[in-house]
T-cell receptor, first 112, second 115 residues
Framework: EAQVTQNPRYLITVTGKKLTVTCSQN?????MSWYRQDPGLGLRQIYY???????DKGDVPEGYKVSRKEKRNFPLILESPSPNQTSLYFC???????????FGPGTRLTVT | GDSVTQMEGPVTLSEEACLTI???????????LFWYVQYPGEGLQLLLK?????DKGSNKGFEATYRKETTSFHLEKGSVQVSDSAVYFC??????????????FGAGTILRVKS
């Protein structure tokens, strides 16, 4: 089944404790992206990657890091999480030449 | 920059009622337009899309027409069901190379359908 997977689905952590949210897609998509969803704001892009070893900032990159060492994986790293990063996070992917993106199930992160 | 504005909710309807969720956009290029749906506890699913002016996207009884003259992409359904209860997001992706790397979303509209 073609899909985007994320882990973990739920995470509660404390301020300053480094964490990684994994994202993987099995559709051989070149493009991958991370969004955060906050009430009243819709989804906002954090980082994106056009292909392996090619990443760039989205609209809200502060406090996040990403890497793209393999085509299928695009982890999101929070080196020192803060409470304002409490949010619902989505990974997405698309193939080159298309504009619709396919989303993972989401990761709900709470930072206390 | 590009932006999407959609009607605030929640929208509460009785089963079999007609639905319209308004969406307007601002874009510097020639965007593709999308409606995504998020059911409770799930991720976003692509509901329908339109890639150029006057295109009509349709899926599962939902329709939306790309209106360039009014910069709108309103979502419609003739008869809603309880199972349509979800959050609906209007989004655009600009075809301009500089902007084509992300989806720009509206704030989302909660739809509640009562039996």
């Amino acid at each position: 089944e073609a899909q985007v997977t994320q882990n973990p689905r739920y995470l509660i952590t404390v301020t300053g404790k480094k964490l990684t949210v994994t994202c993987s897609q099995n559709m051989n998509h070149e493009y991958m992206s991370w969004y955060r969803q906050d009430p009243g704001l819709g989804l906002r892009q954090i980082y994106y990657s056009m292909n392996v070893e090619v990443t760039d900032k989205g609209d809200v990159p502060e406090g996040y890091k990403v890497s793209r060492k393999e085509k299928r994986n695009f982890p999101l790293i929070l080196e020192s999480p803060s409470p304002n990063q409490t949010s619902l996070y989505f990974c997405a992917s698309r193939t080159q030449g298309a504009y619709e993106q396919y989303f993972g199930p989401g990761t709900r992160l709470t930072v206390t | 920059g590009d932006s999407v504005t959609q009607m605030e909710g929640p929208v509460t309807l009785s089963e079999e009622a007609c639905l319209t969720i308004n969406c307007t956009y601002t874009a510097t290029g020639y965007p593709s337009l999308f409606w995504y749906v998020q059911y409770p506890g799930e991720g976003l699913q692509l509901l329908l899309k339109a890639t150029k002016a006057d295109d009509k996207g349709s899926n599962k009884g939902f329709e939306a027409t790309y209106r360039k003259e009014t910069t709108s992409f309103h979502l419609e359904k003739g008869s809603v069901q309880v199972s349509d209860s979800a959050v609906y997001f209007c989004a655009l992706s600009d075809h301009d190379r500089e902007y084509g790397n992300k989806l720009v979303f509206g704030a989302g509209t909660i739809l509640r359908v009562k039996s």
